[in-house]
């Protein structure tokens, strides 16, 4: 296991959208426990997670997870992210979101050594291709438009990279951002001292500060995750992904 890089699993029971949703059952398990396996599957290194809640710290107790209570106070994910990992000694910090049941282990290491090839950049993280039409209109789909060698131009709620009907680029794909980042220890401490940026507070996108500050974004592109679980009736998406995904293995 790699001794460079702490990975956190903010995982905030008060969500607006759905609040628990970190509690809610996926097949009679817990969400966060999803996320917490597939972490840990990673191999990466120690894992942490961060909530503020005593619900949830009890929980990822009772499964023998290292948790810690940071502040209500917290404005993201990435600032309670941080608030627990102070104290670490990581070269690199992964922010691994509590709301992604499905994410690849593999995904995680392609993002990591993507970052590590990438001096230029401060971030790394992860997309893959849409398939799905529904996608590209869905706000909490977040589309991410890249540069030739995999660097984040801009991150939308919206279709991005506009298709016009007069380009002649029928075929271009959209991409769809992993909720994801690996931070350099730096870059950590940098982004969280930054003030919310207007690009930022118009998307509800956190990533848009660090380009808004000039903060390089490095991509690997990668097979599609499961399902993220963003409001209620994402359970329901889950549950079937996780049927078709057992039936396919069998």
């Known amino acids: 296991m790699a001794k460079d890089c ?4 903010p995982a905030r029971y ?22 917490w396996e597939a ?4 191999r990466l290194g120690d894992v942490l997670i961060a909530t503020e809640h005593v619900k949830v710290l009890a929980f990822a107790r009772s499964i023998g997870a ?7 106070r917290c404005q993201s ?15 690199f910090v992964v922010n691994f979101q509590g709301d992604e049941p499905f994410m690849s282990p593999a995904t995680l290491a392609k993002a990591l050594k993507k970052l590590k090839v990438s001096p230029d950049c401060a971030i790394g993280t992860a997309c893959s291709r849409i398939t799905d039409r529904r996608d590209v209109l869905n706000e909490n789909c977040v589309k991410v438009a890249m540069n030739q060698a995999g660097r984040a131009l801009y991150f939308s709620r919206c279709s991005v990279p506009f298709h016009h009907a007069l380009s002649n680029l029928k075929d271009a794909p959209y991409y769809k951002h992993c909720g994801f980042y690996i931070y350099r220890r730096e870059a950590l401490e940098r ?17 848009l500060r660090a380009l808004e500050h000039g903060m390089g974004i490095a991509v690997a592109q990668v097979p599609a ?6 409001v209620p ?7 079937r992904f996780l049927k078709a995904a057992r039936q396919r293995t069998r």
């Open 6 to 9: 702490l990975i956190v699993i």
């Open 14 to 35: 008060g969500s607006r959208r759905f609040p628990g949703k970190v509690l809610a059952p996926i097949a009679g398990k817990p969400v966060l426990q999803w996320c």
């Open 39 to 42: 972490a840990l599957k990673a």
């Open 66 to 72: 290292r948790a810690v209570l940071t502040s209500p």
């Open 77 to 91: 994910g990435t600032d309670r992210v941080y608030e627990a990992a102070r104290t670490a000694r990581a070269r």
């Open 191 to 207: 982004f969280v001292k930054l003030k919310p940026s207007p690009l930022e507070r118009l998307e509800r996108l956190e990533q």
């Open 225 to 230: 995750p499961g399902p993220a679980i963003d």
């Open 233 to 239: 009736g994402d359970i329901a998406a889950a549950e």
